[in-house]
């Protein structure tokens, strides 16, 4: 037997290139160390001095949630004033925060171009979940999803997508104090790529920013608290295990090419046979324990007792848990949420396989914020108003 083929370390040590602003500094959000550590040589900090001067830095910013210079006390004033001129700590802009009578917080966040994504915090009781977005729309056209729906406007970059938990950390008021570790009994303690957008179509930004929130210096992750959502961009899987190694998720939810092509099209490219092959390695790769497959339940598509056994055998040999996923609807859906007794006989059937098979309690539907929900405003509304002008009569 082979050994599980080790985490790269190093996927960071390549420098890239700094963004600069409009006012000709760098925004040290999301950098990864190595162009960061680049950044501060070119501005001005000793070679000698600069490992120190980046773990300072990185604390700072990344552990304790500081945004201004000033405030980094253990660095000279002569060295914060050199940061001041070269660098700037910018994060996304929290435009709202909506609260679900569940607790559920759902924030629509601003980003360059002023293009808006939508951001989720879950509380349960033990772990605190945040689902951010990698991405302004999405490229996939999912059937039962609402993102879906929204044409995919651009990628978002590393700071956009760990500026998303910057910004939740501010508003549950989660940052340690200053001086000290702060590590224990946090309220976001999970991060799950679920929200809008296909991540692995995002990878170079996702990773950087996954590591970041992983960092011991930092925010300090642990990569099993980190999932993954894909819907199957095959050739990046085996990327994702190397050079993150977080837990993965499957958007999955049907057991036949011919159902999974309508609801997940991406199928017609990396079909259910294709997809099942590289997952099969995902485990041993990246150390992970288990890959969890979402289903959602679409009554009269892919809820029958014959679809439960069939996805059963299709998993055979993987370890895996079955999230099951009852459909939330959304404005002009084309598909229903199965009835609860046909979710649980679906759930009944995968739990004596042996397969954990918890069903979802969907969280946040007052507010939208449900799984499957999430649209931005900006390209909602711009969408709405393109489509009030085309409805209004012509007065030549």
Known sequence: MTAPTAITPDVLTLPRKAPVGADGRINIVGLPRMALQQ??????????????????????????????FSAMTNLAKEYRSLLETHFVIELPELVTRQLSADGTRKYLVRIAGGHEVEVVYIPEDDRGTLCI?????????????????????????????????ML?????????LPGTRGVENRRLSNIVLMGMGEPLYNFDAVRDAMKIAMDGEGIALSRRRITLSTSGVVPEIARTASEIGCLLAISFHATTDEVRDRLVPINKKWNINTLLSALREYPKLSNSERITFEYVMLKGVNDTDADARRLVQLIAGIPAKINLIPFNEWPDAPYQRSDWDRIQAFSDIIFRAGYSSPIRKPRGEDIMAACGQLKSATERARRERAQISTDQPSHQ
């Open 39 to 68: 950044a501060l040589i070119d501005a001005g900090t000793p070679e000698r001095q600069v490992k120190m001067r980046l773990g300072q830095i990185w604390q700072w910013i990344y552990h304790w949630g500081v945004r201004d």
């Open 168 to 176: 939740a950390r501010d508003d549950l008021e989660d940052w340690p």
């Open 133 to 165: 977005s990698s991405q302004v729309g999405c490229t996939l056209t999912c059937s039962f999803c609402h993102t879906g729906t929204q044409k995919l406007v651009r990628n978002l970059t590393a700071a956009e997508i760990i500026g998303q938990v």
